[in-house]
C-alpha cells in the first residue's frame, strides 16, 4: 500500500490534471463545476492531517545514534589519543537542499493560479456575465424563435435567480402556458446566446439546447404531455437551429443522435418525457408524413 506522502503527492497531481484539462475542454466545463477538484483536494488535505494527528504514536525503536545530519545540534564526542583526551567536534552538516522548499513554494503558486484561471473561465462561460444589454437582444431573438414554434406571442426569460429552474437541477426549463411566458435555465441561454453571437456550435450542448427552448415553447402552444411535447419539439429543431444559423445538414446529424438517445434512454425520473410509440416516420405524431424524414 502506498504510503500517506506518496497518496497526497499523486491527489495533488490528480487535481491539477483535472483543472488543466478542465481548462480546454469545453464539454467537461459544462458537466463539472471549477471548485470540485479544489474541494476534493481541501477535503483530502484536511483527512490527512486530522488523521494525522488521531493515529496513535508509534512505538519507539532502538535508539539511533546522531549523524551528519544533526550537527546543527551541536553534538560531539570525546576521543583518548596519546595526548590524553580530547573533543572531537561534529562534522560539517551537509547543506539543506533549497529545492524541496522551492518546490513546494511553486507547488501551491501553482496551484493558486490554477484556481484563479479556471474561476475565471467559469465565470466568462456563464449567462450573467454577459453585458447587459446582449442579454437582453439574445432574450428577444429567443422569444420571436419560440413565438414561431408556439404559433402565438410568447415571453422567454432567462432563469437568472434560478427560482424556476433550481440551481444544479435537472430542470433546463419551465412554461406557463396560460400566462404565455417559459423560464430557461442559464446554461440554456448561454448555449443558444453563443450559437446567435458567435455562430458557435458545440455539437450536442447547442443542440439540446434548440430543443429545450423548442419544447418550451411547444407547451405555451398548449400542449402539456410531457412525451407528445418532446416528440414535436425534437420535429420543430431542425427549422429553428436552420433560423438561428446551422446548416440543415449539420442539424438533422445533430438532432438524430439526439432522437437515438432518447429512445434509448431508460431513466426513471424522466419517464415522463419518454417518446410515444407515434413519435415515428409516418407515426400519429409525424408532422410531415411521407417526406422520408424523422425527426
Keep these: 500500500m502506498p504510503d500517506r506522502r506518496t497518496a497526497q503527492i499523486a491527489l495533488r497531481v490528480a487535481a491539477i490534471v483535472f483543472v488543466v484539462t478542465w481548462l480546454f475542454a469545453e464539454r467537461l466545463r459544462v458537466l463539472v463545476p471549477f471548485w470540485v477538484p479544489f474541494v476534493v483536494l481541501l477535503g483530502a488535505e484536511l483527512e490527512f492531517v486530522l488523521r494525522g494527528r488521531l493515529e ?15 550537527a546543527d545540534l551541536g553534538f560531539g ?3 583518548e589519543d596519546e595526548d590524553g583526551y580530547r573533543y572531537l567536534p561534529p562534522p560539517v552538516r551537509p547543506a539543506r537542499s ?21 474561476a475565471r473561465a467559469d465565470r466568462e462561460a456563464t449567462w450573467t ?12 431573438r429567443l422569444a420571436s424563435e419560440a413565438a414561431i414554434v408556439a404559433g402565438r406571442p410568447v415571453t ?21 402556458p396560460r400566462a404565455g411566458i417559459a ?14 453571437a458567435d455562430g458557435e456550435v458545440d455539437g450536442e450542448r447547442t443542440i439540446e439546447a434548440l430543443v429545450v427552448l423548442a419544447h418550451e415553447a411547444v407547451h405555451l402552444a398548449g400542449e402539456r404531455r410531457e412525451g407528445v411535447t418532446e416528440c414535436l419539439a425534437l420535429q420543430a429543431t431542425v427549422p429553428l437551429a436552420v433560423r438561428m444559423g446551422i446548416d440543415e445538414d449539420s442539424a438533422r446529424k ?20 419518454a417518446l410515444p410509440r407515434e ?9 410531415r408524413p411521407g417526406d422520408g424524414r424523422f425527426p
Design 56 to 70: 496513535a504514536p508509534r512505538a519507539r525503536g532502538r535508539r539511533v545514534p546522531p549523524g551528519p545530519e544533526d
Design 77 to 79: 564526542e570525546l576521543v
Design 98 to 118: 533549497r529545492w524541496r522548499r522551492a518546490g513546494w513554494i511553486v507547488g501551491v503558486v501553482l496551484v493558486v493560479a490554477l484556481f484563479g484561471l479556471a
Design 129 to 140: 456575465s454577459l453585458p447587459a444589454t446582449e442579454r437582453t437582444r439574445t432574450v428577444a
Design 156 to 176: 422567454i426569460r432567462c432563469d437568472e435567480q434560478y427560482a424556476f429552474t433550481g440551481a444544479g437541477s435537472d430542470t433546463l426549463g419551465v412554461a406557463f
Design 183 to 196: 423560464y430557461l435555465d442559464q446554461g440554456v441561454c448561454r448555449a443558444l446566446h453563443d450559437l446567435v
Design 254 to 273: 445533430l438532432l438524430e443522435r439526439a432522437y437515438e438517445q432518447r429512445l434509448a434512454e431508460r431513466s426513471a425520473i424522466r419517464a415522463a418525457y
Design 279 to 287: 413519435c415515428r416516420d409516418g407515426g400519429g405524431l409525424d408532422r
